[in-house]
Every structure is written in C-alpha cells, then in structure tokens.
C-alpha cells in the first residue's frame, strides 16, 4: 500500500499537461494550424492552376497561329495557282510606254487614185469614234487592242514586228440597221480628216469607203452562233489599221501568242482629260508649255490608269511565256477557220517552233491542213486566200514571201492525209508557180541569176531555192526551174 500511495502520490504532485495547456488554447492552436496549412495548400494550388491556364493558353495561342500560319501558306498556295491560271493581268510601266507609243503615232491611210493619205493617230481616231458612237446612241461595251500589236507591248523580245494594228469593239449587231450606222460613222470620221488636211468638202461616206477601206466583211454563222464584222483601212506598207465588230465570236484567237486583248478605254479616258486640261490652258493662256507637256514628257496633270489585260487562250503566264520563248502553242485547231495553216507557217519562217502541250506537232499539222482544205476546197480559192495573205503580211517583201512559200509547200506535203494525190498535187503545183515567180522577181532585181546554180544570194544573207515535187511524194533535188514563155519573150524584148 505504501508503494502504491507515494506513486499516487508522487503522480498527484506533478503538474499534468492538461492543466499546463487550456482547451481553449490546444483549440486555437489546431484551428490556426490548419487555416495556416489550408491557406499553404489553397495558394500553392492557385498557382498551380494559374500556371497551368496559361501554358494551356500559350499552347492555344501556339496552335491557333500555326492554323493560321497553314491556312495562310494554304491561301497563298491557292492564289498563286490560281494567279497562274487566271487570263487576267494589268500592263507594266514598260509595256504602258510601248502602248503609248503604237496609240500616239501616226499611220498614214493611202486612198485610191487622187484622194490623199490620211495622217491617222489612232488615239484620237478612236476617240472620236467613240464620241460619235455615243451620239448615235450605239452602245459599245469596251475597245481592246487584238493580235500582234497588243504581243508587241507584252513581249520582251526586241526583234519582234507586227503588221495590222487590229481594234476590237464589242456591241451590239443583233439588227443590221446597227452595222450599216457603224460603216457610216466610221466613213464620216475618215472624212473628217480628209476636210481638215485638204480642203472644207465634204465627201459621202460611200466614196470615203470606195476610196480608203480596204476590205468589208460581215459574217453570221448560225450553227457557231458567230455575229462580227470588219472593217480594215488600207495601208500601201501592210498596216493597216483594222476595226472589228464583235457581237459574239466563238474563236477569237488561233494561237497563244496572239490571244492577248488590251482594254484601252481607261487610256482613251486618259488621254480625253489632258485634251480638256490642254483647252483650258490655252483658253487662260496661262501655264502654257509648262505644266502641260508632251507624251514623252511625261508630266501630266493625270495619272495613267491602271490597264488591264485579258488572255483568251486561258493562262495569260503560260501564254506569255509562249511568247517570250517563240513556242507554238493551240488548242483545238481544227476549231480555227483554215485550220490556222498559214500563221502556223509564219511564225515558222519567224522562228517559231512547236511545242508539244498535250498534242504532238505532226497531229497538229494533219489537223491544220485537213481544217484547210475543209474551208478551201478549190484551187482558184487557195489561190486567191495564198495572194491576199502575203500581200497583207509581208508588203513588198518578196524574198520573205519566197521563204514563206517554201515552208507552207513542206507542211502540206508531209502533213495532208485527207486528199487524193492529184488533188494534193494541185495545191503544191500552184505553190510552187507562185515561189518561182517571186524568184525570178529576186534574180531580175539583184541581176545575180545563174543557169548552172540553183542558189542566189539576196542581202540580209537570205538563201533562196526552189522546191520541186513529183507524184510520188518524193522531194528531189533543188534545181533552177525554166523560165516561162511569157518571161522569155519579154528578155527578147
């Protein structure tokens, strides 16, 4: 019991813990302990989260720009295929100038017997049709530059030429009362000219048009729903400046390197305000020569307009691309009328070589010359198609026509599949009378002819030959062809 009641005792005596530490205090301690541990816990899960919003915002914003970024390179992809595809583009400060230059120099327009030439500047020619169109109420939607003067502006070959400077008026000739106002208007604005240059008569149209229009061709096709018309002025040198009507046209062009059309009616419109600027300054007879000045000046009032230019063989790049490497390139040729034989035969003789685009060069040929001879089915025909054409592309040019000759004579030799042989042989015949005429034009001029040779030599280092053909489609041997009867009797002479 002893034992048992000091350590009673003794445990009695010692302070206890419970009586040291209050509830209240352990209590608050605890309390305090966690709120301090939650607040530790709440802020560090804080920014745990907060970090996690915005590396999950960085990687949004990440993958947002590289969508962007895709669909961007997507979009330029896309456009770039189709800039490339497009028939559309605007001319350059370099081919504005070459534009400028075909608009504002003159074309001389020689007449029959006493009339004559006409000093033509085409800008104000063309002005003044329009005006007059719009004074008859002939509504004409745009005039464009067609054929090889609109090439010219856009090649960057410098040995390229052209010929005819061809205009393009799209309207309405749905009634024929519309094209003969046109003929008319036309007639009157070439009369126009006539009164200002030499005398105050007035001339009719119709002896205006006997006197100065070349040739006059109206055609309505109903099964290729075609509906135009030309007009073409005669030049004595081959350029003659050539106004076509278009109301619908299923082909507009024969080959890549001539489908280019230049919409000229914002430089007309150009051209309309420096005229007014130029009337007003002369009428305050103020600035005279000083503000305004000429074309090659440059110091105009007015900014040239933007030009526009629209491919119709469809990829203007790839079109003048074709152009700029002298590559022959068409679709559908027998879709041409004539096959496109003779401008095929051309840009040969001007260095032109075909290019293999989906259609070998031989099936092109077969195709030209089946599509020929489907339009021109007689010799007198051909003859008369042969004559007009080299007069209006080459002048007086006989070597170059002699060479044109050559080359239209091998096409048709290894390439017509759709005649008979003597059919075929009638057409290269008359080809080859018509070389030998120009070649002996070339030896009475250069007084060079030898009997024993079958080679002349022409300046410009031109080589001239004549061709010669059996009926078993065998070419032989160059050789110097006899003169004709005629030619004999008038060396007699």
């Known amino acids: 019991m002893n034992s048992t009641d000091e350590s009673y005792s003794m445990t009695c005596s010692l302070p206890s813990s419970l009586e040291q530490t209050p509830l209240s205090s352990l209590s608050a301690a605890s309390s305090y302990s966690s709120l301090v541990n939650c607040d530790e816990t709440i802020s560090i899960n804080h920014e745990q989260s907060s970090q996690q919003q915005q590396q999950q915002h960085l990687e949004r914003k990440i993958k947002k720009n590289d969508t962007k970024s895709d669909t961007n390179t997507k979009y330029t992809n896309v456009y770039n295929n189709i800039n490339k595809r497009s028939p559309h583009s605007t001319l350059i400060h370099r081919h504005v100038n070459k534009l400028c230059s075909i608009l504002e120099d003159s074309v001389e327009i020689h007449g029959q017997g006493n009339f004559p030439a006409l000093n033509i500047v085409p800008k104000d020619f063309l002005i003044e049709l329009r005006r007059a169109f719009h004074v008859n109420h002939i509504d004409i939607k745009d005039i464009r530059l067609n054929g090889g003067a609109a090439s010219y502006v856009l090649t960057n070959d410098k040995l390229f030429s052209y010929t005819d400077i061809d205009f393009v008026f799209r309207c309405d000739l749905s009634s024929e009362s519309t094209w003969t106002q046109i003929k008319t208007i036309v007639c009157e604005c070439l009369s126009q000219q006539i009164s200002s240059t030499s005398s105050q008569l007035t001339v009719s149209p119709i002896i205006i048009q006997a006197a100065y229009v070349k040739k006059i061709v109206r055609v309505i096709n109903p099964s290729n729903n075609d509906s135009w018309a030309l007009i073409s002025l005669y030049n004595i040198n081959g350029q003659n400046i050539e106004l076509k009507f278009v109301d619908r046209l299923k082909r507009q062009f024969q080959f890549s390197v001539d489908s280019f059309q230049i919409l000229i009616d914002p430089l007309l419109d150009y051209y309309e305000r420096i005229s007014k600027y130029q009337q007003l300054m002369n009428k305050k007879q103020q600035y005279y020569h000083h503000e305004y000045r000429s074309a090659k000046n440059k110091n105009y009032s007015y900014r040239i307009p933007i030009i526009s230019v629209e491919c119709l063989y469809g990829s203007f790049d790839a079109a003048l691309t074709h152009l700029n490497r002298r590559q022959i390139v068409t679709t559908s040729p027998e879709g041409i009328h004539g096959g496109g034989l003779l401008k095929y035969c051309l840009l040969l003789t001007r260095g032109y070589r075909p290019y293999d685009n989906g259609i070998s060069s031989w099936q092109l040929e077969k195709l030209m010359c089946s599509r020929f ?112 009867q005629s030619q004999l009797q008038q060396e007699e002479n």
Request: aromatic share 14%; charged share 20%.
């Open 373 to 484: 001879f489907i339009d021109f089915v007689d010799v007198n025909e051909q003859e008369y198609k042969l004559i007009s054409y080299l007069s209006s592309h080459f002048a007086n040019d006989d070597s170059a026509k002699y060479r044109y000759l050559l080359q239209l004579s091998t096409i048709i030799e290894r390439s017509t599949v759709c005649l008979m042989a003597h059919e075929r042989n009638l057409t290269l015949t008359l080809i080859s009378q018509l070389a030998t005429d120009y070649y002996y034009r070339l030896c009475d001029e250069y007084n060079t002819y030898n009997v024993t040779t079958a080679e002349v030599t022409v300046p410009n280092s031109i080589t001239i030959d004549v061709i010669y053909h059996n009926e078993f489609d065998e070419w032989k041997s160059l050789y110097t062809p006899l003169k004709s």
